[in-house]
């Protein structure tokens, strides 16, 4: 497979699924299923996969009764990939812009956030507490691990370009995600499905650059805004993950210790893709309580 042949535009975007909006800083690709306004709810994904990693959640949660925005953040899926830093910023007014243009910026919703996505859930709710319901998290980013989840020499801007071509490239970052499972079931369709952004031009850029200019583990007081602002909260974490280690599950508890924790066994880091028989029940319980 060669990778980042294609320009994401409206011509290459006509046989896509999925919607899409444009906003300030590009082109955006979304999904929205469910009408049910008191039952709003916003997924967010992680660092490189895109809205797919909740193809086992979606149509569940929909089936539920609840309105569910999915989308892709800029530089993954079919979202553009935008000559600019990659940071909570951009990511931050990135959810704002799309609700705003599906009209949905009035209604109050709740969160999923897996991940990196955890981190953009926490900033954003930080900064619209009022529009908030609850926020349910899966393995977040924020707290200090084990050891650094890059290598300090990856944050370095071009320099970490280099490295990462000689390292491989995008092969890598496709074996990277075996990191995500403990045992392989679904790995062979993820992967599939993972692939698919990877034709398109600007993905590795966008990948880098999100690691040069995002903090992964400097989140802790965004964590204590929202315990201190009793917002309704919901902790998943992997028992067997290797990415963000189960062992970091214990300090998220004692930042946000009001929060109903679900530790899934047997799990990596995507317990709700992996798991989702048991993820979902506990997630569409929260959200409904």
């Given at each position: ?40 709810v ?9 809205l ?5 959640n ?30 909570f ?27 990196m ?45 280099i ?21 392989y ?11 698919t ?16 200019y ?45 929060a ?21 029940p ?8």
């Open positions: 497979m060669k990778y980042e042949l294609l320009e994401l535009t409206d011509e290459t975007r006509e046989n896509l699924p999925g919607e899409f909006v444009k906003l300030t800083q590009g082109t955006v690709h979304y999904e929205l299923k469910g009408s049910n306004v008191n039952k709003f916003v997924l967010i994904h992680g660092f490189s996969s895109p797919m990693v909740w193809d086992h979606f149509d569940y949660l929909v089936s539920k009764g609840f309105k569910v925005l999915r989308y892709d953040l800029y530089g993954r899926g079919y979202s553009d990939r935008p000559k600019v830093r990659y940071n910023e951009l990511f931050v007014i990135q959810l704002g812009e799309l609700l705003q243009n599906l009209d949905l910026d009035k209604e109050r919703f709740s969160i999923v956030g897996l991940s996505g955890g981190g953009i859930a926490v900033e954003f709710a930080k900064q619209n507490i009022e529009k908030i319901n609850k926020i349910s998290f899966v393995d977040p980013i924020g707290f200090p691990t084990e050891k650094p989840l890059f290598p300090s020499i990856l944050k370095v801007p071009y320099l970490n370009k490295l990462v071509k000689l390292m491989g490239g995008h092969q890598r970052i496709i074996n990277g995600q075996m990191d995500d499972f403990h045992n079931d679904h790995v062979d369709e993820y992967l599939e499905k993972f692939k952004q990877l034709v398109y031009k600007g993905f590795l850029n966008a990948i880098l650059s999100t690691i040069s995002t903090p992964f583990d400097t989140l802790e007081q965004s964590y204590r805004y929202l315990e201190e602002s009793k917002i309704p909260m919901q902790l998943f974490w992997g028992e067997e993950d290797t990415v963000i280690p189960f062992s970091t599950s214990h300090k998220a508890r004692s930042v946000i210790p009001s109903q924790f679900h530790s899934i066994p047997n799990s990596g880091h995507i317990p709700h893709y992996t798991h989702s028989e048991i993820v979902n506990l997630l569409t319980q929260f959200l409904d309580d």
